[in-house]
């Protein structure tokens, strides 16, 4: 049984590593795409350029953090990250944004809209993990905390401490 259980920790420790992989990708993916295209022209765009820019950047920020931490603020941030940049492409393509009107074709604007969709759905199934499923071997199980893992507390959620019942 403790070998099931020990796999089955395992298994969900490295689905939660696999998703913030993704996850991390696509932010990142969003703020290249964005780079790329304020070096390509949007750099001489009022508004938009340092948009764009500031949007390279954040999404850079975030896509590390997602990859160095897992905390679960990084991760609905980066939720908020795509959101918030799906939601001005949206605006940019339907009506105008700042007197920009952005177009659905191109490669880019599928791709950065696919992205930040990815990082969307990654950041809050992310944050919606146990915080028992993003531990990691490397962090002792941790994840983040300097106090021990529960089960070395002496805590089992029964009551129980040392084999002894406590408050009896």
């Given at each position: ?12 420790t490295?689905?939660?590593a ?62 908020g ?29 599928r791709?950065s ?9 990654g950041g809050?199934?992310?944050?919606a ?16 905390s ?17 084999g ?5």
């Amino acid at each position: 049984m403790a070998d099931r259980t020990g796999r089955q920790a395992t298994t969900r420790t490295v689905a939660a590593a696999a998703l913030r992989a993704v996850t991390a990708a696509a932010v990142l993916l969003s703020a290249d795409i964005h780079l790329q295209m304020w070096a390509t022209g949007f750099r001489n765009v009022p508004v938009i350029g340092p948009l764009f820019l500031l949007n390279a950047a954040g999404g850079l920020v975030l896509g590390i953090a997602l990859l160095v931490g897992r905390y679960r603020l990084v991760a609905l941030a980066a939720a908020g990250f795509g959101a918030a940049t799906l939601a001005a492409f949206t605006v940019s393509a339907t009506v105008g944004l700042f007197g920009v009107q952005e177009s659905l074709a191109g490669v880019p604007q599928r791709l950065s809209v696919a992205a930040e969709a990815v990082a969307v759905v990654g950041g809050l199934a992310l944050a919606a993990l146990p915080a028992r499923a993003t531990r990691t071997e490397a962090d002792g199980g941790r994840s983040g905390s300097t106090s021990p893992p529960a089960r070395h507390r002496g805590w089992t959620g029964h009551g129980w401490r040392n084999g002894a019942r406590l408050g009896r």
